[in-house]
């Protein structure tokens, strides 16, 4: 079996890494991996992969910092080129980026069969591009790796029941990638208290809004007075932060981490405050309570078992998540598949191959 695995950003190949770790134990598979240039950043070297245990892509097509149409439109010009050259018997995806559209739309075109991992995630947010994203690449897959029950759910309410498509819970394979990375965990040699909160702001739904930002950082500024606030900050982020003249004066604003090194900022902090969808999980992955800045989030069973708050960008919700917030109260509960996602994704392939 020949897999061409299409990957487009840096968390992508972090996920990626769990399954193709599982890959490598298969004689009968051979994993082609295609690397779009989506999100790519000069950390993402040689070292980046050798350190993450991740095979170093096969091709790397340089598409980013372009329009959504741009990028996309290329990277389906040319994803079709790399198709036609090895011949894949699957077209895998991941998420919801424009690589994980283009690779879809490719494969479809093409008739190779596409298998679409962190499938059925839903925000119910059409204005969001990752939300079109994922909801087009379901369309056209054939099958459906959902990390939760809630995505089974949401395709069959969206009738995913009456199509000729396979729809399994395989689990998350963030959380395969969470319980391999912990032991390679690498602290950071900034000043760093017993008691951190660790927060990221990155969302556009954020960043872009001065008023939702500026609320953010008031409430931020009143808890750091008592708790050490850790925030990794990208450089767009910082740029808008300084054009706004917001004060950051009691926060510890650091430079961007690796991977490694924010496995261990989540396994050391003692809460998280942040609107990223992964790190959402990943404070449950290391049993810490999470304070989400957003108003929706796919991962609704965090919530719904109280290990999540969603407070959007407003100043009395945030204070009041932070004042009321517990330590992790441990539940009997199997919510994405307890590190075994790889292993129940490449046994499917197999099994669908027959």
């Known amino acids: 079996m020949k897999i061409l695995t299409i990957l487009g950003a840096r968390p992508q190949f972090i996920k990626a890494g769990s ?15 295609v690397h779009t240039g989506q999100h790519y950043d000069a950390n993402m070297s040689d070292i980046f992969f050798d350190e993450m245990k991740i095979p170093k892509p096969d091709y790397f097509l340089g598409i980013g910092g372009k329009s959504h149409g741009a990028m996309t439109g290329q990277m389906i010009e040319k994803i079709e080129e790399v198709c036609l050259k090895e011949k894949p018997d699957w077209v895998m995806v991941y998420g919801d980026t424009n690589s994980t559209l283009a690779g879809a739309i490719v494969a479809s075109k093409l008739h190779i069969k596409l298998a679409h991992i962190e499938a059925g995630l839903r925000s119910f947010n059409m204005k969001m591009p990752e939300e079109v994203n994922r909801i087009l690449t379901d369309r056209v897959s054939q099958i459906l790796f959902c990390p939760t029950d809630t995505a089974v759910e949401n395709l069959k309410n969206e009738g995913y029941d009456n199509l000729d498509v396979k729809v399994i819970k395989s689990g998350d394979v963030m959380q395969d990638g ?18 951190f909160i660790l927060c990221t702001i990155h969302r556009a739904e954020n960043t872009d809004d001065a008023t939702r930002l500026k609320n953010i950082f008031k409430a931020l500024n009143e808890i750091a007075k008592e708790t050490q606030i850790i925030l990794p900050l990208h450089p767009r982020t910082k740029k808008i932060i300084d054009e706004l003249q917001i004060d950051t004066k009691n926060l510890t604003i650091i430079d961007p981490v690796g991977y490694l090194e924010m496995v261990w900022l989540i396994d050391n902090c003692s809460l998280v405050m942040t609107d990223s969808g992964g790190l959402q999980k990943e404070a449950y992955f290391f049993q810490k309570q999470c304070i989400t800045l957003r108003d929706e989030t796919e991962w609704v069973e965090l919530v719904e078992n109280g290990f999540n708050t969603l407070v959007g960008a407003d100043y009395e919700k945030i204070l009041k998540a932070y004042q009321t917030s517990t330590a992790f109260r441990s539940k009997e509960l199997d919510l994405y598949g307890s590190g075994r996602a790889s292993q129940k994704i490449i046994s499917e392939l197999l099994v669908y191959e027959l």
């Open 178 to 195: 969470a319980i391999f990375y912990k032991s390679l965990a690498q602290k950071l040699s900034c000043d760093i208290q017993d008691n």
């Open 19 to 33: 399954v193709s770790r599982e890959i490598a134990k298969r004689s009968e598979i051979q994993e082609t991996i």
